[in-house]
């Protein structure tokens, strides 16, 4: 049904949990993974300090991106399942545009991606990528809640 299956990771739990579902759907479908961490350069406006120059900071977190996916995937081979991993950058692009870009490029049939459900304020103050992703997205969305999870799972230690 689902040949590959696009896996957005920031680290968070709720990205973990999302991960958890997508590797009990791809082992039941067959399907292969794409993960996915985006380095969200626009956070260089709130986080430039004098110590470090935007250029190290971005790729400080292209690292930990990388290091991020390289655990997620040995889970995911751990388990059975192909998979293969991108970490993607782009200050003229929002974290949602290059989650639903990497749909495109990748041909993924499915994303599932962690949501952190917020609302009210806070919301507007930090926006919502998943919301956009959802609005945007060419393929289905499966958005995972932490809090949905059953309390008996644990997230993979990524």
Do not use: N
């Not at 260089?44 to 470090?52: F, I, P, R, W």
């Not at 930990?64 to 950058?89: K, S």
């Amino acid at each position: 049904m689902y040949s590959r299956i696009l896996v957005p990771l920031d680290g968070s739990p709720t990205a973990s949990q999302g991960l958890v579902q997508a590797l009990r759907l791809a082992k039941a479908l067959g399907s292969s993974l794409q993960l996915l961490h985006v380095v969200e350069v626009r956070r260089l406006l709130v986080e430039v300090t004098g110590q470090a120059t935007p250029e190290r900071l971005v790729e400080a977190w292209r690292l930990a991106g990388e290091r991020l996916l390289a655990a997620a995937a040995e889970e995911a081979r751990g388990q059975g399942v192909a998979v293969d991993a991108t970490v993607r950058a782009d200050p003229a692009q929002r974290v949602s545009d290059l989650i639903v870009d990497e749909a495109r490029r990748v041909g993924a049939g499915l994303i599932v991606m962690g949501t952190h459900g917020r609302r009210g304020l806070l919301r507007l103050a930090l926006g919502s990528d998943a919301e956009a992703v959802l609005r945007d997205s060419p393929v289905p969305v499966l958005l995972v809640h932490a809090s949905e999870v059953g309390a008996t799972e644990s997230p993979p230690a990524i």
